[in-house]
């Protein structure tokens, strides 16, 4: 565990959408990861979650908690508190102005300011004193349709300001190429793909050996809003929201009507999913069930809002997923009063829904390798990470463009973090430094 002594030369911090991890660097060279004490175990791996209550006693009357100890206090108290998970996905949002929170209204980077604060504080001493070197690692392609990359920076330049420091913002992937680079004794041309929550990222970077005076040399940089969340959308449109009501009519006036998709889409957004329980959205969905061919399904999904049931909806579907990536088949199970899923599924079916988004990210991978000016047997190594790297149909991809044997893979939660504070380390921060514009 790290202990943040005034040794500490870097810090890296790789805040993830679904999680955040952050490493120190010493002056030997060397980079340790922060380790949390949290109620499941110590782990290195903080969820980038929060949760909000109202509370008597707090300053503005609104208590919050963030990581593993926001999940521990919703399930505690779900029908007092407000969850949210995965907010860095509304970063370069600009249709996202704010989180209502009870009788608050906080923008995002007030929400990066609460994550950050509780963060630091569940660090210890290993967070107390930051060394003046701080590397943010940065999506290559933000999440969206047309996110806004300057809009995101500014938010994340206001979120980060509260550490004190300057901060520098390098592509998450150049951060994971540094990590593995330091298990090379040879030269070799690397590709990184970085599979996060909201995005995937591909960076090629050609690795000097050691003692080099610049060991790594980006070449080439594509990404794409397509990753983790979405594979879970996809079994959330196939197995969960057929039972509340997608798909099926409704009756307006003497027209039997399908009911339109929009009435979905904050399902496919964890921080839109966990907002929509507002009395706006509940009377409309209330008018939609009184007038729904099967207002029964109607009900469910209004359960699902009121009762704040899409954590555990989620929670069931990454124990799908990641039950997917190794057996052929799996089940989704989820019970509550409100709502009962059991339903198997197998491996080729979860890949058929995928099966667009994975053509999409293939078409990514060789644009990064035409920024690169390389062909796919230039590539000497392939380095997959983040959670969604451990799909079989992720890892065929690569597989079959590139071979078996230059494929690795490792850390795949937290090589990122350990490579931004690697970076730190570097005498010229500049030349690693994301452009403002985005390049995805």
Known sequence: MSTGTAAARSVGIDFGTTNSVIALSDRDGEADLVEFAAPGGVSSVFRSA??????????????????????????????????????????????????????????????GQVFLTHLRDHAGNALRDLPDSVVIGRPVRYVGARPDAALARTRYDAMFAMLGRQVHYVYEPIGAAFSFASRLTEPATLLVADFGGGTSDFSIVRVEAPGAAKRCV???????????????????????????????????????LEIPPGHFADFGDWSRLALMRNRRTLEQLAKLKHGATDPAAIARMIAVVEHELGFGLYEAVGQLKRALSSDEHGALRFHSDNL????????????????????????????????????????????????????????????????????????????????????????????????DEDEG
Request: proline share 4%.
């Open 50 to 111: 929060l949760c909000f209550w109202q509370e008597e006693g707090v300053r503005g009357g609104l208590a919050h908690e963030a990581g593993p100890w926001a999940i521990s206090e919703f399930l505690e108290f779900p029908q007092g508190s407000r969850f949210l998970q995965s907010f860095k996905s509304v970063a370069a949002n600009p249709a996202f102005e704010h989180a209502s929170l009870f009788e608050k209204r906080l923008r995002f980077e007030e929400l």
């Open 218 to 256: 980006p070449l080439g940089s594509a990404g794409i809003g397509i990753a983790g969340d979405r594979f879970d959308y996809r079994i959330m449109d196939h197995l969960v929201l057929p039972l509340l009501g997608k798909g099926g009519t409704y009756r307006s006036f003497d027209k039997v």
């Open 340 to 435: 009962n899923i059991e339903s198997e599924v197998s491996r080729a079916d979860f890949e058929s829904w995928i099966a667009p988004d994975l053509q999409r990210i293939g078409e990514t991978v060789d644009s990064a390798l035409a920024k690169s000016g390389l062909e796919a047997n230039q590539i000497d190594h392939v380095f997959l990470t983040g959670g969604s790297s451990l799909i079989p149909a992720v890892r065929r991809l690569f597989e079959e463009r590139f071979g078996d044997s230059r494929i690795a893979s490792g850390n795949e939660l937290t090589s990122i973090a350990h490579g931004l504070a690697l970076i730190g380390q570097s005498p010229d921060l500049s030349e690693w430094i994301a452009s």
